[in-house]
């Protein structure tokens, strides 16, 4: 799971970093809410946790201008104000959770896990689908016209963050990362797993639904595009 921290105390997000690094998460970290928004916008990720009190820019802000943006990322915010007025004004703005410091770790990845479920079965339970293609999300099979290819985990994981935000782009760095971490292998491993990936899914057929963007990613393009 991939997380965003926008938290501007160095203290407290060294103890957040600690604790879910431990437990396997990926994070990054923005020190204000502007670098917080722009991380935002230009990444995807599963969850942020997102203070109120921020320098640049305030964690209401941040939060509307990412909905207004068109980021649909839960959004679970830190106050150390206990007030009905800022729990309200953080779920106006867009907030899907609210958190009052001092917190407990294993409640806030509580939360965390609760809302990342809530999103899952909102979105898709089984199977994704854009065109023709259809991704079974518990055999790890794509169907496509009348055939089916089984994918290994990683072109799995590739089709299904490109079936998950298409049509837009996915950059490289994005897949790289929910891949491989910073533990990125030499040479250009991830070319040659989209050329994998085409073998299966579009090779055989007219139209190409993986679009190569130079020198940026990837993208899905139904085919009233091509």
């Known amino acids: 799971m991939k997380l965003l921290l926008v938290e501007d105390h160095q203290d407290i997000a060294g103890i957040i970093f600690d604790f879910f690094e431990i ?4 994070l990054d970290y923005a020190s204000n809410g502007r670098q917080g928004y722009d991380l935002g916008c230009e990444n995807h990720y599963d969850l942020i946790i997102l203070d109120v009190m921020l320098p640049r820019m305030d964690g209401y802000t941040v939060c509307k201008k990412l909905r207004e943006h068109g980021v649909d990322t839960p959004i679970l915010m830190l106050t150390a104000r206990d007030t009905r007025e800022d729990t309200l004004e953080g779920f106006s703005q867009g907030a ?10 294993e409640i806030l990845e509580a939360r965390i896990k609760a809302l990342t ?3 899952t079965g909102e979105t898709a339970t089984t199977t994704l689908t854009f065109g023709q293609l259809e991704l079974d999300l518990g055999s790890h099979t794509v169907h496509r016209s009348n055939c089916s290819f089984s994918l290994n985990p990683t072109l799995f ?5 490109l079936m998950v ?12 990362s929910t891949l491989w971490g910073d533990d990125e292998p030499e040479g250009n491993v991830l ?14 057929f ?11 990613g990837y993208q899905l393009i139904p085919e009233e595009n091509q």
């Open 23 to 26: 437990k396997g998460y990926t």
């Open 96 to 105: 899907d959770d609210y958190l009052v410091k001092p917190f407990d770790l």
């Open 117 to 119: 479920r809530r999103r």
């Open 157 to 161: 994981t590739i089709l299904k963050l």
């Open 165 to 176: 935000r298409a049509p837009k782009l996915v950059t490289k760095e994005e897949i790289i």
């Open 191 to 204: 070319r040659s797993h989209i050329y994998q990936l085409r073998n299966q899914i579009d090779k055989p």
């Open 206 to 216: 007219k139209h190409s639904y993986i679009k190569t963007v130079p020198k940026v």
